[in-house]
């Protein structure tokens, strides 16, 4: 689930864009070609790993995040 085993350099500065923005899971699924389930298991992953990298204690924050991220992506889906 690590992102540098499925992206490119290019690639995972565009992913790291996409997560700064805050964009839906969906965003992430159509711009790097990943089922909607994949793209929020890499991006939960990324996050995880990122609060611990940071010497933070795994809190809730990612898991916060990749909720609203996934709340939006169900708001835009039934959006018309």
Known sequence: LNISNHLTMGQI???EALIELGQPIHVFAEYFGWSKSKAGLIVKNHLTNQAK???LQETQTSTNIIGKMMAE???R???I
């Open 13 to 15: 500065r565009d992913f």
């Open 77 to 79: 889906k039934y959006t």
């Open 73 to 75: 992506d169900k708001k």
């Open 53 to 55: 990298q940071e010497g």
